[in-house]
């Protein structure tokens, strides 16, 4: 747990390890860029938020609140990649040594599959409707379910959207921790708000990899995990979407990293 001007926020361990990458051809509702599927081993653990970075924390590293659905315990969203870029640069400044960065996307996505191997770490999905897997509603805030009771007065108009898991007419993010963990111990890796990551988007190889590098070049870079704004389909581990680094959007937030390993910090243990 860190402390940063007074907000606390929780980072867990992800231990080293190799999974495979990609979805199967097969996967429902799967998108041409996920594959080919490949293995990738990652040798050093590292460190990521138990929940994207919140407004509460972003106001107390950035002294504002771009947030649409404004709530210190909402995701912080409309920030840009650069925008993130310099929250992690301000929050490093006030506290040395804690060298947050955003995830790597391969990180992001290992971690979010969590040792399984489906779509989502609770299983398959069985897309019944543009905005209807029951399978997301445990584990996410999606387009089926993002208005379900929502209560805030600025909420997104949901009326027309097609085929939702429930009937709602405003919709929008949604309180952080509010729906079940993945087997890591990790809240909102689907949903909620895009995770933008560290890297440009670029095209799979089929050939194994070790501890990937980071593409030196591209035009997008790489958002992970759908939103609340998502239909069914983009609500997967696999899914990976890019975007111009200075775009800003309400269903935009991110995750914070730390590693490969703590400084200080033998490996598979948590830290102060």
């Not at 709602?168 to 993010?173: D, E, L, N, P, V």
Request: proline share 7%; hydrophobic share 35%; net charge negative.
């Amino acid at each position: 747990e860190v402390t940063v001007a007074g907000v606390a926020f929780r980072m867990l361990w992800i231990p080293p390890g190799r999974f495979v990458m990609g979805s199967p051809e097969n996967e429902a509702g799967r998108f041409d860029n996920e594959g080919p599927q490949h293995t990738v081993v990652l040798t050093h653990g590292f460190w990521l938020g138990e929940t994207p970075v919140t407004q509460a924390l972003w106001k107390a590293v950035m002294r504002n609140n771009p947030s649409r659905f404004e709530d210190d315990l909402r995701p912080v969203e409309t920030v840009s990649w650069d925008d993130c870029q310099s929250f992690v640069k301000r929050v490093n400044e006030m506290v040395a040594g804690l060298d947050l960065r955003p995830p790597r996307e391969h990180e992001w996505e290992y971690a979010c599959r969590a040792g399984t191997t489906t779509a989502t770490w609770a299983g398959d999905l069985d897309i019944l409707g543009d905005c209807n897997a029951p399978v997301l509603d445990e584990i996410a805030w999606y387009g089926g379910n993002s208005g379900h009771g929502f209560e805030l007065e600025n909420g997104y108009d949901s009326t027309d959207w097609p085929n939702k898991q429930y009937p709602h007419s405003r919709a929008g993010t949604r309180r952080v921790a509010t729906r079940a963990i993945n087997p890591l111990g990790l809240y909102d890796m689907l949903g909620n708000v895009w995770e933008w990551c560290e890297d440009w988007r670029a095209d799979y190889g089929a050939e194994a990899v070790v501890d990937p590098p980071l593409p030196e070049t591209g035009i997008d870079r790489v958002i992970r995990g759908g939103s609340w704004y998502s239909l069914a389909w983009y609500v997967r581990a696999a899914v990976r979407y890019g975007d111009s680094p200075g775009n800003r959007g309400d269903d935009l937030g991110f995750r914070l990293a730390r590693g490969p390993s703590a400084p200080g910090v033998a490996s598979g243990q948590g830290g102060t």
